[in-house]
């Protein structure tokens, strides 16, 4: 690492606003992966994951097992004083879903996608007297102990608010100064679960970005070395909301059966089907943050014409016709070679941001504030896929110019934050279980 890129990792480790030069580096090139993302050992000078991440420390409270279905309490309103609504949210939010047996793989996945299964995030519950940290591989929650009053008398039950911390540094062992980007995606696509599984138990939420609120929840409550990125407030219940019309009765189905494909994204070549593209762009339509625009590359999808699609008004628009490999091949490059088999998939989403207009805004903070609403979107689309039997690759292997350019974003403004490669899930070498608690 440069002494530069060393610098934006200590600042931000110490909770400063992501620097500017951030969009540069990170979402423009791919210089700052070090080389130990191809090696998979820590950095030097990083010390293992045990000693510098530790588990939490504090009274653990077991949660109740995870209902097998997602739906709002049928006579009583939704309530996370409810056991059986407060370990659904946060299992089929951020919980460990599946395990892969396969030697040498990852093991352990969770209910969003996250780079190397690193899994940085952090998912608190804030109540007014007591801060509960998720433990997802144990499906408990731990009280915060330094942080509680002496008269504790809140229990999970009364949390408010739902924080999303990232830990950088987890990341950062394997891919250097280039973590920010990915926690930052990973962040926003958390954010995105909550909100969708709060939805389908029928809790009001309001997901919010406002940095200073943000911090305000975070002041004094988040362990050493994580980072503030995101928040959902859980509204009282004056009726229970009527979820998403997009959501299937069997979202819990497809949220434990959602994955990212094999090592190697090449999905078996078939179409994906034709009620795909209205559930994918209904999904859009109920993202928290309408500040992105999504771009579909269509290649094989039932019933529908090959072409460039973009969303609009919870519809998917056909703006170009014609096979569009070329110019998937085109942007979805890793140094210099084409990242996936873009030949095999059903279609490819480019999720963009208005970067220029945010900065002006909001200075530094736009980097955070765009990828999460990017990301809350990435992972609905990546349920969308799920919910009909599809894979769907994250995939930070692409040239952001030249997708700015074919796609005809407005240039100087726009930038795209995700490219999502969705395609028919091909039987491959892994081994997946469920994990049930
Ligand atoms: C922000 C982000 C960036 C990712 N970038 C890449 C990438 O560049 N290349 C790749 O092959 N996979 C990438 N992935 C996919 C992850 O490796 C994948 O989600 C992980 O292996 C977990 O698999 P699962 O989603 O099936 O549980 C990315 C995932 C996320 C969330």
């Known amino acids: 690492m440069t002494g ?12 400063a606003p992501f620097p500017e030069d951030l969009w540069a580096e990170a979402v423009y090139s791919r210089r700052a992966i070090p080389d130990t993302l191809a090696t998979g050992h820590p950095a030097p000078g990083h010390a293992d994951d045990a000693e510098h991440d530790p588990l939490p420390q504090g009274a ?10 997602l739906a709002p309490p049928r006579d009583a309103r939704a309530s996370l004083a409810d056991p059986a609504t407060l370990a659904a949210l946060l299992h089929y ?27 940085p995030s952090e998912l608190t519950l804030i109540a007014p007297t007591a801060t509960f940290r998720f433990d997802p591989l ?40 280039y973590a920010p980007r990915l926690c930052a995606q990973e962040a926003g696509m958390l954010l995105g679960a909550v909100c969708l599984v709060a939805a389908a138990l029928g809790l009001r939420t309001h997901a919010g970005l406002d940095r200073d609120m943000l911090y305000g929840l975070c002041a004094g409550r988040l362990p050493r070395g994580e980072h503030p990125m995101g ?13 998403p019309a997009w959501l299937p009765p069997d979202l819990a189905s497809a949220l434990r059966a959602r994955h990212s494909g094999a090592a190697l994204f090449d999905p078996d070549p078939a179409p994906a089907p034709h009620a795909f593209l209205s559930d994918a762009a209904a999904a859009l339509a109920s993202a928290p943050f309408a500040d992105f625009s999504c771009h579909l590359l269509l290649q094989r999808v039932a019933g529908h014409a090959p072409g460039h699609y973009v969303h609009s008004d919870g519809h998917f628009q056909q703006v170009g016709d014609g096979d569009p490999l070329v110019s998937l091949e085109q942007i979805g490059q890793t140094e210099g070679r084409v990242s996936m088999n ?7 989403a ?14 530094a903070d736009a980097f955070r504030r765009l990828h999460l609403s990017a990301g809350a979107a990435a992972h609905l689309l990546c349920v969308a896929a ?48 469920p994990v049930v608690f």
């Not at 873009?342 to 490819?348: H, I, M, V």
Request: hydrophobic content about 40%.
């Open 4 to 15: 530069a890129t060393e610098r934006v990792s200590l600042d931000l480790a110490n909770g």
């Open 60 to 69: 653990r409270l077991p949660l109740a097992p995870p209902p097998l279905q």
């Open 93 to 119: 939010s951020y919980g460990l879903l599946q395990h892969d047996a396969t030697p040498g793989g990852w093991p352990l996945h969770r209910a969003v996608a996250s780079a190397r299964c690193r899994y």
């Open 138 to 177: 144990h499906h408990q929650l731990v009280a915060l102990p330094r942080l509680l009053t002496r008269d504790q008398e809140c229990g999970p039950g009364d949390s408010r608010f739902a924080v999303i911390s990232s830990r950088f540094a987890r990341t950062a062992r394997l891919y250097g100064a």
């Open 231 to 243: 928040y959902v407030e859980f509204l009282p219940a004056t009726r229970t909301p009527t979820p």
């Open 342 to 348: 873009f030949r095999a998939t059903a279609c490819t």
């Open 350 to 363: 480019y999720i963009a941001v208005r970067r220029a207009t945010a900065v002006a805004r909001y200075g």
């Open 386 to 433: 799920a919910r009909h039997g599809l894979s769907a690759r994250i995939h930070n292997g692409y040239d952001a110019a030249r997708a700015e350019h074919l796609l005809g974003l407005a240039p100087g403004e726009e930038t795209v934050l995700f490219q999502v490669a969705i395609g028919a899930a091909r039987p491959g070498a892994a081994f997946r279980l």
